[in-house]
């Protein structure tokens, strides 16, 4: 299987349980592209929803997917410093199309400080039932969490100093 080369512009899209499509990032450029992670930078991109909005993005920002975890972040830097947002997914899949993972409803966004707030657990026990969620992506999703709170707490991965600054940095060559 061929990954999404350095430099190249990929398209991300995440769908719901169902196999609907729930949300398309259009352009991303590929700062790191392998079978296990992809990392990626983009600005100001165009964002579609499924009810047929649009939207654009505010701010420079550095998504980091894992092949190994159920989690994805997006380290959107602002003025006043980085902030992430982190979906509850699958691990990504690349298919020459796009970069693509099953969104779980879940997200924990991250304050500057390291701070950080669970979110959207209302709209995943609507999801679960509606999609007959399993009970296993149930125990994945809640391991997951605990995972990506260890992360933030240790400072790991993406949220290790300087992660997303010296990727901006590498994102700014392809501009």
Request: overall charge negative; aromatic content about 14%.
């Amino acid at each position: 299987m061929n990954f999404p080369k350095v430099g190249s512009k990929i398209q991300i899209q995440s769908y719901k349980h169902n196999g609907s499509i729930h949300r398309i990032w259009e352009e991303t450029i590929v700062l790191k592209g392998t079978s296990k992670v992809v990392i990626g930078g983009n600005d100001r991109i165009l964002v579609k929803e499924s009810d047929g909005r649009h939207w654009r993005t505010r701010e420079p920002a550095i998504c980091y997917f894992d092949s190994e975890q159920w989690f994805n972040t997006i380290g959107m830097i602002r003025a006043d410093g980085i902030y992430f947002y982190c979906n509850l997914g699958t691990p990504f899949t690349w298919d020459e199309e796009a970069l693509k993972y099953i969104d779980y409803d879940l997200d924990i966004k991250v304050f500057p400080d390291m701070t950080f707030k669970l979110l959207d657990e209302d709209e995943y026990a609507m999801h679960r039932k509606m999609m007959k969620y399993p009970p296993e992506i149930d125990r994945i999703l809640q391991r997951s969490v605990d995972e990506l709170v260890s992360w933030i707490h240790q400072r790991k991965g993406p949220f290790a100093p300087q992660f997303v600054e010296s990727w901006y940095e590498r994102f700014l060559q392809y501009r």
